[in-house]
């Protein structure tokens, strides 16, 4: 009985060893993410982004975002940019290669991202000389199902 036994866990752990692991993707960041929150902080004023009559989709790939803004209902100030990036552990680079404000395009914006449950928060200074742009930033976003 112990022989059979003994062979049988042996066959066992051979099929074992022999059936693939299936992958899971240790990039948490790629999905379609939806704003919920957004602050920013520009000439010792705080702003939070009023999210109530619009929608912002941020969408991540292995390695490529893209982010869209619209209104709610109807089609004004609508925008949306794209280009690359590189993530190096909580380290986030974009480099906006497509946008319609040529001061932004090819810029490069460096932030910090963290990702607890559902949500991506992300945070880091947007800084333009040439558009005057100088600010720091909080957004956050869920996941959306995918």
Same mark, same amino acid.
């Given at each position: 009985?112990?022989?059979?036994? &003994?062979?049988?866990?042996?066959?066992?752990?051979?099929?074992?060893?022999?059936?693939?692991?299936?992958?899971?993707? =240790?990039?948490?960041?790629?999905?379609?993410?939806?704003?919920?929150?957004?602050?920013?902080?520009?000439?010792?004023?705080?702003?939070? #982004?009023?999210?109530?009559?619009?929608? &912002?989709? #941020?969408?991540?790939?292995?390695?490529? &975002?893209? &982010?869209?803004?619209?209104?709610?209902?109807?089609?004004?100030?609508?925008?949306?940019?794209?280009?690359? $990036?590189?993530?190096?552990?909580?380290?986030?680079?974009?480099?906006?290669?497509?946008?319609?404000?040529?001061?932004? #395009?090819?810029?490069?914006? =460096?932030?910090?991202?963290?990702?607890?449950?559902?949500?991506?928060i992300?945070?880091?200074?947007?800084?333009?000389?040439?558009?005057?742009v100088?600010? $720091?930033?909080?957004?956050?976003?869920?996941?959306?199902?995918?």
């Amino acid at each position: 009985m112990k022989k059979i036994l &003994f062979c049988l866990i042996v066959i066992f752990s051979f099929l074992n060893c022999n059936q693939q692991i299936p992958s899971t993707t =240790s990039n948490e960041i790629e999905g379609t993410w939806k704003m919920v929150y957004a602050e920013i902080f520009e000439n010792d004023t705080i702003k939070s #982004k009023d999210l109530s009559n619009t929608s &912002f989709i #941020k969408i991540i790939n292995k390695t490529h &975002f893209s &982010f869209f803004n619209q209104e709610n209902s109807g089609n004004r100030n609508f925008y949306s940019g794209a280009g690359s $990036y590189v993530l190096e552990g909580g380290n986030y680079k974009e480099t906006l290669n497509f946008t319609t404000i040529e001061s932004f #395009k090819n810029h490069e914006f =460096s932030f910090n991202v963290k990702i607890k449950g559902d949500t991506l928060i992300q945070t880091g200074i947007e800084k333009i000389s040439g558009a005057g742009v100088n600010r $720091y930033i909080t957004e956050k976003y869920i996941k959306l199902n995918e």
